[in-house]
């Protein structure tokens, strides 16, 4: 049988008391039970708050004991005692009533629970609280507000109370003094909530007065016809507040006037001769004064009306000293911001250089250092790609699949590098016409077989966890990991590749190979297992750069398309046969474009066109890039 609890110092008992009130609340009376429970001081207070607002309390018929149910969805259902925790036994669903408070109630309720979770142990609980009071902010808020902005610990907890808390004391607080300090803390801060707390205090409302009015925090008095209001916007105001007659539209006075002709004249004059506007005004001034026609004003009348009125723009605020804080405190704020969106925008230009040095890197030795041009290095970039999604095909564990994938797509295009060169290349070295020509002709070859393979739909290369969120600073400044990434893959193989050409014996036959190949034979270096090397060198490292790319971008067949020019355009511009610079070339290049981006952020086609005429113009004034080679090279 069940039992009902009579404990006077329980929830159970406080309850019952108000029995009806719980069970049929209404945002009137709600508050008289919320106040009740509130000041029990009852540890149990706060879950059962949760669970009335969340339509989670129930009713059993028999006795009115409130409980809650183990599953809802149970037949028959477990009973909770409410105070204790412990089973009550069980009830189908026709011996138990949930309770179902309204939406209004609801808030009512999330309102008072707010004040314990504020202070609750756990962090989420916390946060659950400053959103409730974000949505629905209230004077009574403060006091709780600044209590735990003493008590907080947590780092993010005390950022978002260092910004709800002033926006609060600026929203109800009744002294000047104690909201301008508020203002005054907020200065700088470029958060979003922030902004969004200074903002509306600028807001104003723009106004038509005979006079300037006494007493009014008025923002800008405006002229009628300046770059701010125009003078139809102006008059329209007038117009809508009465203090100005309608403007007609010319083509209601056409119909006046030509319902008003009377044998070949209106207003006095012949119908010939009202192709004028000076003629159509007089006609229509004539039918007015006689009663013909609704006046309409004229150009004078305008200027005389927009004369004799003031357009104001009046802050909403209206204490002054208010908005003249909020104005200096967002003005470093927004000096902030700038600062800010430039870094941001120095970031995003490094993040694309970094994708151009990796997508140029191999180019710089078969281009740079060889001379060849390889229409197909964008396809290598692509092979590297694909390698790294056939591992995660097999390898699940995202950041192993990685592991394995960079040497393996080193492995795969050095080979397939290798082989271009054995059965095409070395015949046609010194020939680039006929190099280009055998090598755009493999290019589409190979994107049509991997077509064939793998289909024309995107293929998926996803980064580990740990490289798929977001450096964030602040609300302004942020970079995505996998960026941070590829920045730091760039840098590894700057130095790998500087190390390999000016540091070891390979680099220093490379170098003899490509710059007097007939003497490095003669010192005992085979010039044509130098090439190959090289080459295959060069195709390895693209095939790197496409497993890196493949983590941001799709992983498509013709994906090597879109940077087979942006790689030209850095070699040629950092210096052929250079790979220092290949990475001046890289950063210039990717800064400039991020930075017309930013200037023209609707159409990135146009900044892709910039960039080639400037790439143009580049090349007439330094023929050899930022960094020329000396040598004999040079002269080739």
Known sequence: MPQRVHAQDDLQALLQDNAEMVADPSRRTVQEVLDILSESGLAMVPQFLSRWEAREVYQRDSDGVFVYVEDADADPLTLIDISTGAALGTATSREVTQLRPNGGVRRVISGALVQFQVAAEDPLQRATALDAIENRPDASHLPLLRARLEAETDPQLQDRLAIILPRLVITFAQDEAERIAAIQSLAGNVSLGARATLNPLLATELEVHAETPEGANIAE???????????????????????????????DRLAVLSANVVDGRVGGLPTATLDTEANRDQAYAALVAEGLAEPAPTAADIAASLAAYQFIEIYREPDQ?????????????????????????????????????????????????????????GEFIMMGAYTGYVVQTAVSNYTLSIAIAIPLAFAVTFAAGVLMERSVIRWLYHRPLETLLATFGISIALQQIVRQI?????????????????????DVLAISSIRIGIFLLGVVFFLLLWGILNRTRLGLEVRAVTQNPRMAASMGINPDRINMLTFGLGSGIAGIAGVAIGLFSQVVPDMGSGYIVQSFMTVVVGGVGNVFGTLVGATMIGSLQKAIEWLNPSNTLAAQTYMILFVILFIQFRPRGIIALKGRAAGD
């Open 221 to 251: 008095i405006l002229t009628p016809g300046s770059g701010e209001l125009s003078v139809d916007a102006a008059y329209q105001m007038l117009v809508d507040e009465g203090l100005a007659p309608a403007l007609i539209p010319g083509s």
């Open 454 to 474: 793998f289909g024309t739909q995107a293929r998926p290369l996803t980064p580990p966890d740990w490289l798929a969120g977001s450096v964030v600073v602040n």
């Open 321 to 377: 000293n208010i908005t003249d804080a909020a104005n200096e405190a967002l003005g470093e704020t927004e000096f902030n911001v700038g600062v800010f969106r430039f870094f941001d925008l120095s970031l995003d230009g490094i993040s694309l250089a970094s994708i151009y040095f990796l997508a140029a890197i191999g180019l710089a030795i078969t281009f740079g250092v060889m001379g060849v041009i390889n229409m197909a290095h």
